[in-house]
């Protein structure tokens, strides 16, 4: 094995607030009192997930521009605000730390291949201090990538960045559809990590959590999947 592949969200960290409270306050800020806040809650999430280059702020435009809303004037330093908000309530998940960090020191490249706005999922990054170990960050949002997982550009921009093909990598997440077929379809290996909520695709390992991770990726069989 040369090369590793994480996903970001629910498998190296997690927003630990509500979630539902950080759009309610977002919702405050841009002063749409009136707006059902479920429905509201709808749109940013909808926003959140759409492919090709996107930050928070274009999230909230795009939002306002479907509620009929005119963009406020400081509508970017509103969404940096937010931004710095999300970010300062991610935490790592237990071995996150610690497995990175051993991956790292033996020699294996490492890559971080996360969907959302480029802003958003740098921030939460950074506020994990793991930003250093990865030799290719690879955020769908970004200009550059402009894709989300699982298509296959995502992990052909990964091999490319890493120096590898594609049988040396093994690709980490908690997505069964996004993290784990989208890297066997591209032929990377794939580690499930968490609990699954639907069957495992072929091919893929099952893991509880990274400190199983870490086992997996130790044995010499982790690629021949």
Known sequence: MKAVCFDLDDTLGRYASDFSAFVALVRNE???????????????????????????????????????????????????????????????????????????????????LTNGPDDMQRAALEALGLAGHFRAVLVSGDRDVAARKPAPRMFSLACTALEVVPEDVVMVGDDLDADMAGALEYGLGAIHVGRLDGPLPRGASQARDLAEVGRLLAQPSTMSS
Request: charged content about 25%; proline content about 5%; aromatic content about 4%.
């Open 30 to 112: 841009l002063g749409l009192h009136q707006c059902d806040m479920n429905a509201f809650t709808r749109l940013v999430s909808t926003e959140l997930e759409q492919d090709g280059h996107l930050t928070f702020e274009l999230v909230l435009r795009r939002v306002l521009e479907r509620l009929q809303q005119r963009p406020p004037s400081d509508l970017a330093d509103l969404a940096s605000g937010a931004v710095a908000a999300y970010a300062a309530d991610y935490r790592p998940l237990p071995g996150a730390a610690e497995l990175l960090a051993r991956l790292d020191a033996s020699g294996v490249k490492l890559a971080l």
